[in-house]
């Protein structure tokens, strides 16, 4: 039987210096800074992160009042922390400014030991930034939420334009927001619409543009965000200091529309006194301008369809109540002619015809001679006319034109069967003078066949036409005269130049 050799019983002390090595090793892996203080705030433990942070040396704090080490804590947020704790003897969490490094946080775990207290710590900054853009991104949603939600319903100008100025001048908390509208030259600034905190509104009131500065608006037109802290030591406004303080804006924020090539309007923020405009700011006036200009189109697209609808509405019942007054005159026979179903037919071509030129011109309106031409050119040769004009610039209505025309048509009509057109040697004269609002037109006929006053009895459809009916669209009847030499008649028409 072999004896069992003999082993050394293990060093208690040995072991616990592997132990504190190993704890020390553990905490320097940590990532996060630690230290330990006994009641008298004396540093007991400190690991490496800790040292880097309060660029100490451990061996040379260990022993040593925290707060003779670390510059600037005496009087901190970090002391404060750390004393509630000591007095409490419970676990705390806190995010708090550096002393040692401005503009960063620290989070802090204080917890309470036998001997004393335990902190470990780390730089927060980064999270707090990241979800400070977080909350202000969600915020800025909300907001472009409101606005969206505010201005759909919204179908006036001035509406949407006292709304929008209310919701950014709230938000950026500013003396006065506003709306203004720049004239085709350049020169001047009208202020649309705005809204104000104490209530007083320059909605209305126009400024000349360029002395606001030359910088300043040379920065609009190309399309710039004006943000200027303050108006008299900015270098865009150092020449216009006099005008921007008169409108009580010492800082101004500006954001341009540019259509074309051209400054059309800009949205205006205005402070009274110094203020930094902060990226945040101008994100939020862009969104803001970007939707009122949308708003604006909307509403001035749907107001303008509304009036197109209106007057199509008038103009077709007008047209319709044409139509059925030639078809009862040309075809109250109970029987209906051949002649009489193409009289109807060139009556509505006439009409027809009168349409085109209106078209032409948008329905706003149409020249004189344009209507006069066309009402008369399927009765004239164009390689050998018989029909002449002459006649200043005049334009007519809608209503007026398609009057006009229908007489000048029943006139060719009548020239060509019993007139100076139905003979080779005939011709015509359509002639016009252009006085205070009055077009003062004159068909005057030569060359044709003796001409005899109709029966009394006798009046067609072309008749009442020239003397009553164009006494409702044109004010006063034609004046016809059957001269034995040809046909004269005059027509009074309301026009402009």
């Known amino acids: 039987m072999h004896d069992l050799p003999q082993l050394d019983a293990p060093d208690p002390g040995a072991a616990a210096g592997d132990l504190e090595r190993r704890v020390a090793e553990i905490m320097d892996g940590l990532g996060e800074g630690f230290v330990a203080f006994d009641f008298g705030w004396r540093v007991t433990y400190c690991n490496r992160a800790a040292e880097a942070h309060f660029g100490i040396v451990r061996e040379a704090v260990l ?23 000591m007095q409490a003897r419970r676990q705390l969490e806190a995010e708090v400014p550096s002393d040692i490094f401005p503009g960063r ?45 505010t201005l759909r319903p919204l179908s006036e100008p001035d509406e949407i334009l006292s709304a929008a100025a209310r919701l ?34 320059v909605a209305g009131r126009s400024f000349s543009l360029p002395a606001f ?15 200027i802290g303050d108006v008299t030591r900015d270098p865009r406004s150092a020449d216009s200091v006099a005008a921007w303080l008169a409108v009580g ?55 303008r369809q509304r009036l197109l609808i209106n007057e199509l509405n008038h103009r077709v019942k007008n047209t319709l109540a044409t139509v059925q007054s030639i078809a009862r005159q040309t075809l109250r026979e109970a029987v209906v002619t051949r002649e009489a179903r193409e009289r109807f037919n060139d009556r509505l071509l006439a009409l027809s015809a009168a349409h085109n030129v209106l078209t032409r011109g948008k329905w706003e309106g149409a020249e004189l001679s344009d209507i006069a031409r066309e009402a008369v050119r399927p009765y004239d040769d164009p390689q050998a006319p018989r029909i002449a004009f002459d006649g200043p610039h005049a334009r007519l209505e809608p209503n007026a034109s398609l009057a006009v025309s229908m007489a000048l048509h029943e006139l060719a009509t009548n020239a060509v069967k019993h007139g100076a057109l139905s ?11 252009f006085a205070q609002g009055i077009a003062d037109l004159v068909w005057r006929e030569a060359g044709g066949p003796p001409v005899a006053p109709p029966a009394p009895d006798g009046k067609g459809f072309g008749s009442r036409l020239l003397t009553q009916g164009l006494a409702t669209e044109l004010g006063a009847p034609a004046q016809l005269d059957f001269r034995p030499a040809g046909v004269v008649c005059r027509l009074l028409i309301p026009a402009s130049v």
Not at 213 to 227: F, I, P, T
């Open 213 to 227: 500065g030359a910088r300043a608006v040379a920065a609009l037109q190309a399309g710039e965000v004006l943000a």
């Open 63 to 85: 022993g040593q009042v925290i707060w003779d080490v670390i510059p600037n804590a005496p009087q901190g947020e970090l002391r404060r922390f750390l004393e509630d704790v």
């Open 423 to 433: 003979t080779p040697d005939g011709h015509v004269t359509v002639g016009w003078t």
């Open 249 to 303: 804006a010492r800082a101004i924020l500006d954001v341009p529309l540019v259509r074309g090539g051209r400054l059309d309007a800009f949205v205006f923020a205005a402070a009274p006194e110094p203020r930094e405009w902060s990226a945040e700011d101008v994100a939020v006036a862009e969104d803001v301008a970007g939707r009122t200009w949308s708003a604006l189109v909307r509403a001035r697209a749907e107001a």
């Open 105 to 149: 946080w620290i989070g802090f775990r204080a917890f309470p030991l036998e001997s004393g207290l335990g902190v470990n710590f780390r730089d927060v900054t980064e999270q707090r930034e990241h979800a400070a853009r977080l909350t202000e991104l969600e915020r800025r949603r909300a907001f472009q939420l409101e606005v969206a939600d």
């Open 168 to 201: 950014l001048g709230e938000r950026l908390g500013v003396a006065r927001v506003g709306y203004a509208e720049v004239s085709e030259d350049g020169q001047r600034m009208t202020v649309s619409g705005d809204w104000s905190p104490a209530g007083a509104r």
